[in-house]
T-cell receptor
């Protein structure tokens, strides 16, 4: 079955540590996205990539970094510079045009204490 | 820049009653519009999308939405609510650069 996998489902880290969230898709989609979800705020775009080896900042990129070395993979690193990293993180992919919907992974809930 | 407003962060209906979730958008170009549903601690699932074909769009699970350009609205409806419809619903509009702008979401509660 085609889809998007995110691992792990739950992640716990101490303040000051970097952490990398995994996102893999086997839908052969060109575009991939990372969102952060906080209660009552909807989804906010962190980074997106429309093609391998290229990515752009979204609305809240500060304190995050990404790479896109392979079409199927788009890992997100939450750095110690992110002031409030505890959140639910969602990865998505799409065919990369405006009329095509995004497909979402199951999410990773990150808790930093 | 495009934006989406979802009126009502929480909506409560009785089982069997009409579901109406409101979405208004702002866009400088003809928009593509989407409704997604999210169950607790899960990702988002597409309910339906508008891509400038028919203004009345039918989706999964008995939901439909009507695009009204004059009102810049794309409200989501379902004639008869089921307990399994309890979830959070997000309206989104596509933006330049193939990005989506999401509303803040509406939590639907279904009372038995």
């Amino acid at each position: 079955d085609g889809g998007i996998t995110q691992s792990p489902k739950y992640l716990f880290r101490k303040e000051g540590q970097n952490v990398t969230l995994s996102c893999e898709q086997n839908l052969n989609h060109d575009a991939m996205y990372w969102y952060r979800q906080d209660p009552g705020q909807g989804l906010r775009l962190i980074y997106y990539s429309q093609i391998v080896n290229d990515f752009q900042k979204g609305d809240i990129a500060e304190g995050y970094s990404v790479s896109r070395e392979k079409k199927e993979s788009f890992p997100l690193t939450v750095t110690s510079a992110q002031k409030n990293p505890t959140a639910f993180y969602l990865c998505a992919s799409s065919r990369g045009t405006a009329l095509h919907e995004q497909y979402f992974g199951p999410g990773t809930r990150l808790t930093v204490t | 820049a495009q934006s989406v407003t979802q009126l009502g962060s929480h909506v409560s209906v009785s089982e069997g009653a009409l579901v109406l979730l409101r979405c208004n958008y702002s866009s400088s170009v003809p928009p593509y519009l989407f409704w997604y549903v999210q169950y607790p601690n899960q990702g988002l699932q597409l309910l339906l999308k508008y891509t400038s074909a028919a203004t009345l769009v039918k989706g999964i699970n008995g939901f439909e939405a009507e695009f009204k350009k004059s009102e810049t609205s794309f409200h989501l409806t379902k004639p008869s609510a089921h307990m399994s419809d309890a979830a959070e619903y997000f309206c989104a509009v596509s933006e330049r650069g193939n990005k989506l702008v999401f509303g803040a979401g509406t939590i639907l509660r279904v009372k038995s």
